[in-house]
């Protein structure tokens, strides 16, 4: 992130970022210090998804209100937020619930929380954190026109379907990843392959070698808060 993302910024004339920390630290959650790096590195909000609770120093570091979000429709009297406002942008973080776990409906959190924002016409952007392709796909449609951008994060492999709906939102089933390249979603391969084999529960190691930086640049009309334009970002770092 800190050999990439300052000069992406510069030749995009890029004014606001934000990376889904989730698995920021060792593979897995994430933690004060991963956060403070990956802020240190140019991004200005970091959201997550359902490993937010994996370290729990990162409760505490919550109540110091830095830019990280976790999921929206988490339960309220969960610690941290699930949105806030960012150079004039409303940045906003939701989990899914097919195939990832149990919480609280995505999409009517999203019209509970537009209701509080309907007469703003600020950029709205959405990191929706799924599993299930036709979810993600269900959600986009759904906020089509409502939002800035639904950009769909979780299984760490970018899909080709970068587009802007006909309401004038941007849409991506999934980011990708910034990670190792040769491995599994991630992970060490010999790892992964073998708790396939043995079906035994164990740890994954990350994976090493070059790293694959998968991000989407979406172009937003501050006046109207439609989508203007939707890129796939990606290089490989040695």
């Not at 109540?63 to 699930?82: C, F, H, I, Q």
Request: hydrophobic share 40%; proline share 6%.
């Amino acid at each position: 992130m800190k050999e990439i993302l300052p000069g992406l910024c510069h030749e995009y004339k890029i004014d606001l970022v934000v990376g889904n920390g989730e698995n920021a630290a060792g593979g897995l959650g994430i933690t004060p210090g991963t956060a403070e790096e990956l802020f240190d590195s140019g991004i200005d909000v970091i959201t997550t998804g359902n490993h937010i609770w994996a370290y729990k120093e990162i409760i505490p570091y919550m109540d110091s209100e830095p830019p990280l979000l976790r999921p929206l429709n988490y339960p309220p009297t969960n610690p941290g937020r699930g949105y806030l406002l960012k150079k004039k942008a409303l940045i906003v973080n939701l989990v899914g619930r097919v195939f990832i776990g149990h919480s609280d409906c995505p999409f009517r959190a999203m019209d509970q929380l537009l209701a509080e924002f309907e007469n703003k016409s600020i950029p709205i952007i959405v990191d929706f954190h799924a599993e299930a392709t036709s979810e993600k796909v269900a959600m986009g449609r759904y906020l089509d026109g409502r939002v800035s951008a639904v950009l769909g994060t979780h299984t760490h492999v970018g899909t080709i379907d970068a587009h802007i709906l006909p309401g004038g939102t941007a849409y991506v089933t999934d980011i990708g990843m910034v990670g190792p390249a040769d491995s599994v979603i991630g992970d060490d391969p010999d790892s992964v392959i073998d708790r396939f084999l043995t079906q035994i529960p164990s740890r994954l190691s990350v994976g090493k070698g070059n790293v694959s930086f998968d991000a989407i640049l979406v172009e937003v009309d501050k006046k109207t808060g439609n989508a203007v334009d939707i890129k796939r970002i990606q290089k490989i770092v040695d």
